[in-house]
């Protein structure tokens, strides 16, 4: 194949992900408000268009037209590039999600824009490189909230990349791949045959930690507004924000894509009978049923205290994943001899 | 058993099933633009002045409101009627909504009920020194809401007498029957009607 | 093409290295050292190692250099003027004889070393995370085993020294 084809095939690839990536974060944040109204019994957004349906887009634009404000003392060089160190990781992760089987395009094989045969890693590599943008935003702020919302961050993303990193290597022992085609086709064939059955805990710790990672409720500690204003982009306004806000939803989009990855089979349809439905519509279903967990915990539980939550990540979800992964292996090693 | 229970989470799951159950009861808040609650015929509003049947003020100028206010936000300017002695009526009358804290003990004070506060409760204006009401804009108001002013003296001040004098006199209130000086069937009124005062006003 | 990737690659590497030891203000020093590690792995991927590229970010730019960052951050180090600057020509002095020995000890073994056991096609053939695997838990086994050792000693150091009043008070109480 030649070049000029591989790289016409890959800005494809590539502007099609990344359109409904945005489109989703834009949506889920209205999906977000809608649930969260109809959870306490309310209607949510209902002016901007028919039930409120453009209320993202215009909630965009209002965003992008602000006025874009740098506090005096900040450290303006940082402050600029925070809110990018954090847009970027959480954007090229998808790229090596497999987000249909494979299909012939330009005589190329389309289906996902990079298959990496260490994908999985590749995305926690750039997941671990978002927290600089939280960190540095808090610092360059030069405020108290933003740097106790930056510093806060920083301890729980690492601690909870740990629990994340280690509740997937039993998926990983399972499937005995790092591509995430590989661990996809690892679950081919039926819904019984998803990870989801063979590794519940890891599932478990994985969606615990996920949650943590993106800084959700009610592990949103970086963000507490009722004790640090709005965390680490206390002090960003307008466009700035925007990158910060759409790096946390695009971020939960990247762990539920995952997730449904590992554990839900990814695109593959849940029988066989459903196979006419094309691959992207199971993936998803799969990451949007995700999505709404995320809501639904947001709407179900209060805020825990960040000791808790660091003794809960420490003494709770690192022993369990450990342990998890030791019987994993024990089991494998039996099945396979 | 209590073990057991915290591994597999019971309780948060007890309290997501509660969640999950709530989001399909029907919604409790109104869409308050197009939507609006009804408003008891008791409720204390923006406040105005009302006129007589035939158009005349029904104020006396007596100032009893401006005594009765907490938080002295009225200050009446009274005068006689020209050429009628012992008459009286408001030539100003101003009320400062900044200050009005809406206890409706006006209306009570008044004898006269020419006092009644509206079911208006969307009074926020683009210059605060709108919010200074003088004596134009209360009867506007009044006029405005006459039927809730009169709905409001009935089921606020207990009045069903000197709203409609010509029904009775209600026993908890004082009545100023129009005075009859002997000219005409028609009552003479009390006080002076608005075209009549604009030009008293613009004489001056 | 490689080549052209690979001299901008180094060049980075060298340029972030100095800027990490020569800037003031710490949190650049942390910056241009976060680049420089990116930079580092796109070398890793240029020798089709992309295990290690990822490892090598999520271990140095994800782990440590945010809890350098960390320390720094609290440290608050803003405008402390450093000493060590006005070393640099013992610095310079030592490192130039340094490289100079390097160089020299590149003329005079050439390029044409043998290429190990090892070499890319067999990689791509076997499977990056595989061979680096199995090489780890075969060959290495035991730098591997004592390294985790080192790891344990060092961490157990590090509870020790943090909670060094603690187990104090608690003799006290007991004695």
Known sequence: MELGTTVLLAVIQIAVVMGVVLLSVAYMTYAERKVLSFMQDRLGPMEVGPWGLLQPIADGLKLFMKEDIIPSGANKIIFAVAPIICLIPALIGFAVVPYSEGFSLLGGTGGTITDLNVGLLYIFAFASVGAYGVILGGWASNSKYALLGGLRSGAQVISYELVIGLSIVGVLLLSESLSLRAITEHQDGGFWHWNLWVQPVAFVTYVIAAVAETNRLPFDMPEAESELVAGFFTEYSGMRFAFFFLAEYANMILVSCLASVLFLGGYEAPAEFLNFVPGFVWLALKTWALLFFFIWIRGTFPRVRFDQLMKFGWKVLIPVALVNILVTAVGVYIVNN | MGLIRSIFMTELLMGMKLVFKQMFKPYCTLQYPHVRHDIPDGYRGLMSLLRYEDGSERCVGCSLCEAACPSNCIKVVSDEVPGQPLVRYAREYYLDITRCVFCGFCTEACPVDALAMTKVYEASVFDRRDLMFDKRKLYELGEQHLADGKAYLIAHNMDDGTLFPKEGLGDNRYSFPPVDLGEGERPVTVGLTREALEMELSKQ | ???????????????????????????????????????????????????????????????????????????NLRSESRHLHRQWPFAVLILGSVAAMLVGAMQAGGFGLPTGEAPAQVIQAVGNTESIGLTLYTDYLLPFELASLVLLVAMIGAIVLTKKELIQDHGEEQS
């Open chain 3, 1 to 75: 093409m490689m080549q052209a990737i690979f001299i901008y690659l180094a060049t980075v590497c060298v340029v972030c290295a100095v800027l990490t030891v020569s800037l003031r203000q710490p949190v650049y020093n942390v910056m241009a050292l976060l680049t420089m590690f990116f930079h580092v792995a796109g070398l890793y991927v240029l020798l089709n190692a992309e295990f290690l590229a990822v490892v090598q970010i999520i271990v140095y730019a994800g782990a440590i250099l945010v809890l350098y960052l960390f320390v720094l951050m609290l440290l």
